[in-house]
């Protein structure tokens, strides 16, 4: 079974700064995809960014990237020039790219990032 | 984007009534439906995938009986916490996805039961 592992349970950040989430996740399988979602306090699921498993090329979305190592088995999420909307919990989550699995996600644990003024 | 809509957001009954959750994609049709529930500060818990016209498939430990769903069209599923109890007090979050499309969430749904 897929697991995700989210190690870091708090994390702070200042206002205009970077900031990294960390994320590994073990599998056996070859064909996945990877995602990063933001739960602000209101609890909505908010995607934020996505990769396939396939390609080498890091995810971005305008201040927001990806350091995905495959053979590491790490999908890192950087936010840049922090803002204090950016304060939520932050789910990364696994999805088999086998259509059998039912396209079910896998999630870690969450960490919880606070922006400071 | 793809919408996804869940009602209602917030409700409080009293012990040992059922309550009906509604799960909606608005504006394309989910092929799979999927049910949560999370605790304060903690993860999303699958409970139950669900595919239209069949039966949901349940996670291990979640009771058939007590969370039936119901995935009757290709756009509306739908969660019902038989006779509830305090315990069954949670945040259950649905999301919905398209073979194109990842999973999009609905706002939850804040249950109390007193």
């Known amino acids: 079974a897929q697991t995700v592992t989210q190690s870091q349970p708090e994390m702070s950040v200042q206002e205009a700064e970077t900031v990294t989430l960390s994320c590994t996740y073990d599998?056996?399988?070859?064909?996945?995809?990877l995602f990063w979602y933001k739960q602000p306090p209101s609890r909505q699921m908010i995607l934020v960014i996505r990769q396939e498993a396939y390609k080498q090329q890091n995810a971005t979305e305008n201040r927001f990237s990806v350091n995905f190592q495959k053979a590491a088995k790490s999908f890192s999420l950087k936010i840049s020039d922090s803002q204090l909307g950016d304060a939520a919990m932050y789910f990364c989550?696994?999805?088999?790219?086998?259509?059998?699995?039912?396209?079910?996600?896998?999630f870690g644990e969450g960490t919880q990032l606070t922006v400071n003024p | 984007g793809a919408v996804v809509s869940q009602h209602p957001s917030r409700v409080i009954c009293k012990s040992g009534t059922s309550v009906k959750i509604e799960c909606r994609s608005l504006?394309?049709?989910?092929?799979?439906m999927f049910w949560y529930r999370q605790f304060p500060k903690q993860s999303l818990m699958l409970m139950a995938t669900s595919n239209e016209g069949s039966k949901a498939t349940y996670e291990q430990g979640v009771e058939k009986d007590k969370f039936l769903i119901n995935h009757a069209s290709l756009t509306l599923s739908t969660l019902t916490v038989t006779s509830a109890h305090p315990e069954d007090s949670s945040f259950y979050i649905c999301?919905?996805?398209?073979?194109?499309?990842?999973?999009?969430f609905g706002d939850g749904t804040r249950l109390s039961i007193l």
């Open positions: 999301s919905a996805r398209d073979w194109f499309q990842p999973q999009h």
């Open positions: 989550a696994y999805r088999s790219g086998r259509e059998t699995s039912g396209s079910r996600l896998t």
């Open positions: 599998t056996s399988e070859s064909d996945y995809y």
């Open positions: 504006d394309f049709q989910a092929t799979t």
